[in-house]
């Protein structure tokens, strides 16, 4: 007698998962298109219908019946998950499936749990005033949008490390699959670490095309996949087919494998400390692109190609034929056996979702900030570097960072909620104290000569920004702490993720019910001016400019000038909520300028005149000379003591910026100086000379509308580099003290004729320079052994 295998669906529980399925693509095709008439309670009309059509359908069913399938293996093995929607264009899925939980209606009671509400649930949807049809801020569970592929599940990493009970269920889009961010993020489970951290489920959706192109991964052959699949460390779990029957019963068979294989999986680390690396399990899930949807239109296949991803049908208010497919199309749902007469998803089917946070739209890692707690902060002030007078040599401001940092991971161990992220150049960027405290977590395979790698570590270091970028961000949205460090040059990589951050940033401000989050914290170090060993390539200080185009509400940019002053800032940066602080410091042994106490002080004002290197406290300024970024700093001091040297009589002001953002208005940015405070410090009339780390033009842009904004001159980099010595980089690019000097020569008209003689020996040390270095390989000893002399 044939066996006959149990089902992991009986009867019944299938034909209710199916029937919640329907429901939630009910819902995906009246958000789409409906304007009124929001159960169909008379035939569908022309004035039913939107008059703009936006969103997509094609990745929706999938996404939908990957949803309802979820919420049974929560209920089942008490889950706590959320759900990160990859191809987060499936908007429409994301909100119905939190509509159908009743999460939606909680968080926006103006959305109720009836037909008005539902009408509401539809016309709201990419339409004015309404919500984005993306996975968005808006969403409720989403820490995610998917506006822009290729990170969902680096998000997903960042989310469970060090949330070892919470299991994230990954969707990623074939089409997402092909971006480098996503096809390198597989790779992200050689760095979870079983004991410590929770889960990912990735779910491949592989529904066959992207707008207008069939997927790479739905054109190679099933072999090939699992052997790329199993070549990343995962064990791929298939579930194909087009028959909703058979496919409800394969993917409920397979995530009862996936989660009991994790659970083994953990299990087994956390009790009998296996530590060999796991293959952690995943899903690709194998069906039609717009399931359930149209098949035709006009005679053109819709479901199951690339014509089904966005609109399916695009005119029913002008096409009456048209009208009445969307009308078949939204009646094969059954609407009136989903819901009730007041459009109340019917109990038998609400039974179907988990309850309170269980559910994936209430899950509270999917509001991080609620469960953010402080950081654990050593007192900065007790790493200072004694400062007695301006100018001593330091060992590099990064390098004094380090033990600062390294404190952070030590006081937060027990509370596991900080972490550190770069592409492989924590050490490179002079954070190597940080490694008397922790490990870099690291689950592949370890060999003799390997430092500092271990199954748990604070620090996660891959050689891929995308990843390092992503990992941090998950890590903050569900409610913890970081930083990244990274190159300068090599931060422009995660440009775009940046964007995309800054966006989530500024919407979740806005809505009340979205907890703030820690702050993004970049530490970018082995900068511009000191990448004079690896050349034109490392060379590029423009990252600056990108984030300044963001929200001012969102965005800092810092450049302490001294060790002291970089502490300050990083304290203050790793307090703070909801911004994203870039800070900017060399590693190389440089000149200190500041005691704690005055750096405090300075930090604390953002910008600032340093009197120690001034002489015009009761007079007007000849000029000003402004300094932003460490080596711009030591330049401008180089060309005040030449200029004290030589030129006495001339009345002289050093203004100092560490917070970017002071020099706009305060109407620009709730940081910026207010026009008599900038006059104050800038003059409306005296010539300015800038000296600046980054492009030159950023300056002219933040204080285009100063009242002396004609005669602020800035100086800083043009985009001239090559492997030379260190300050032949200021020198290439007119930032050096001898051209600083001849700027101020040139724009004072008292001194213009005592100046060209001054100007003309500049001009040979400048000759003298060149040759030196071409013959020894190294700066003047002048240079090198230059030091500030207080008059």
Request: net charge negative; hydrophobic share 35%; charged share 25%.
């Amino acid at each position: 007698m044939e066996q006959v295998l149990e089902k992991t669906l009986s009867s019944e529980l299938l034909h209710k998962i199916d029937a919640y399925w329907r429901a939630a693509n009910y819902l995906s095709v009246g958000q789409i298109y409906l304007y009124d008439n929001p159960l169909l309670k008379r035939p569908l009309e022309v004035t039913d219908i939107k008059h703009m059509l936006l969103g997509h359908w094609g990745t929706t069913p999938g996404q939908n019946f990957i949803y309802a399938h979820l919420n049974r293996v929560i209920k089942k093995y008490d889950l706590d998950m959320i759900y990160v929607s990859g191809p987060g264009h499936g908007g429409p899925a994301v909100v119905a499936n939190t509509y159908l939980e009743g999460t939606y209606s909680e968080i926006y009671p103006n959305i109720s749990q009836d037909e008005d509400g539902l009408r509401k649930l539809f016309v709201q949807f990419s339409f004015p005033g309404g919500i984005p049809s993306h996975a968005s801020p808006e969403t409720p569970g989403s820490i995610h949008e998917g506006g822009e592929l290729g990170y969902s599940l680096s998000h997903s990493f960042g989310a469970v490390l060090d949330n070892r009970d919470l299991l994230v269920a990954c969707v990623v889009g074939d089409g997402e699959a092909e971006t480098g961010p996503l096809a390198t993020a597989w790779h992200s489970n050689k760095f979870l670490d079983p004991v410590t951290d929770g889960a990912v489920l990735p779910i491949l959706h592989l529904n066959g095309y992207k707008i207008a192109n069939p997927t790479v991964l739905a054109r190679i052959t099933h072999e090939e996949l699992d052997q790329l699949l199993r070549g990343c460390g995962w064990t791929p779990i298939f579930v194909e087919g087009h028959d909703p029957d058979p496919v409800h019963e394969a993917m409920a068979t397979a995530l009862d494998t996936a989660v009991e294989q994790i659970k083994k999986i953990q299990q087994d680390a956390r009790q009998t400390g296996n530590a060999a690396r796991p293959r952690w399990p995943m899903i690709v899930l194998n069906t039609p692109k717009g399931w359930t949807g149209p098949k035709f239109v006009d005679g053109k296949q819709i479901e199951g190609t690339f014509r089904s991803h966005q609109v399916p049908i695009t005119d029913p208010a002008t096409n009456l034929d048209h009208l009445k497919l969307l009308e078949d199309w939204l009646r094969s749902y059954r609407p009136e056996e989903l819901f009730d007469d007041q459009a109340r998803l019917k109990p038998e089917l609400a039974e179907l979702a988990p309850k309170g946070d269980r559910r994936m739209g209430s899950n509270p890692h999917a509001n991080g900030g609620g469960l953010l707690r402080d950081l654990r902060m050593p007192d900065f002030r007790d790493y200072a570097v004694d400062v007695p007078a301006p100018g001593i040599e330091g060992i590099g401001d990064t390098r004094v960072l380090g033990p600062f940092l390294r404190d952070v991971v030590k006081l937060n161990a027990e509370q596991r909620n900080f972490r550190i992220f770069g592409p492989d150049e924590t050490i490179s960027n002079g954070l190597t104290a940080v490694f008397e405290a922790t490990e870099r977590q690291w689950e592949a395979a370890t060999l003799a000569n390997d430092e500092f790698l271990a199954p748990q570590g604070r620090v996660i270091e891959m050689l891929s920004e995308h990843q390092c970028e992503g990992w941090l961000e998950g890590y903050l949205l569900t409610g913890r702490h970081g930083l990244f460090n990274c190159y300068e040059a090599f931060i422009h990589i995660v440009d775009s993720m940046f964007n995309q951050h800054a966006k989530w940033l500024k919407v979740t401000a806005s809505l009340p019910w979205r907890h703030k989050i820690a702050s993004l914290n970049y530490l970018l170090s082995s900068h511009v001016w000191r990448q004079d060993h690896n050349g034109f390539t490392h060379q590029d200080p423009g990252f600056i400019d990108h984030v300044t185009n963001k929200k001012a509400e969102i965005v800092r940019v810092y450049l302490p000038p001294d060790a002291n002053c970089l502490l300050s800032v990083a304290d203050h940066c790793l307090r703070s909520r909801h911004y994203v602080n870039v800070v900017i410091a060399g590693k190389h042994p440089a000149p200190q300028w500041l005691s704690m106490e005055d750096a405090v002080k300075h930090c604390t004002e953002g910008i600032g005149i340093w009197e120690w290197a001034s002489n015009d406290r009761d007079s007007e300024p000849d000029v000003v000379m402004a300094c932003c970024g460490d080596v711009p700093t030591l330049e401008t001091l180089g060309a005040v003591s030449i200029l004290r040297e030589h030129l006495p009589e001339l009345k002289l002001r050093v203004v100092n910026v560490v917070d970017l953002m002071k020099l706009q208005p305060q109407t620009e940015h709730p940081h910026g100086l207010s026009d008599p405070d900038f006059d104050a410090l800038f003059t409306i009339d005296k010539p300015v000379i800038f000296a600046f780390h980054g492009y030159p033009w950023l300056i002219h842009r933040l204080t285009y509308r100063r009242t002396n904004h004609p005669n602020i001159h800035v100086r800083g980099y043009k985009e001239e580099g090559t492997i030379t010595t260190p300050f032949d980089m200021t020198v290439m690019n007119d930032l050096d003290r001898f051209h600083l000097t001849m700027d101020v020569i040139d724009r004072i008209p008292k001194i213009r004729n005592r100046g060209v003689y001054l100007k003309q020996e500049l001009k040979g040390k400048l000759i003298e320079h060149k040759e030196y270095i071409d013959k020894y390989g190294q700066d003047l000893p002048e240079i090198r052994n230059w030091k500030w002399e207080s008059n």
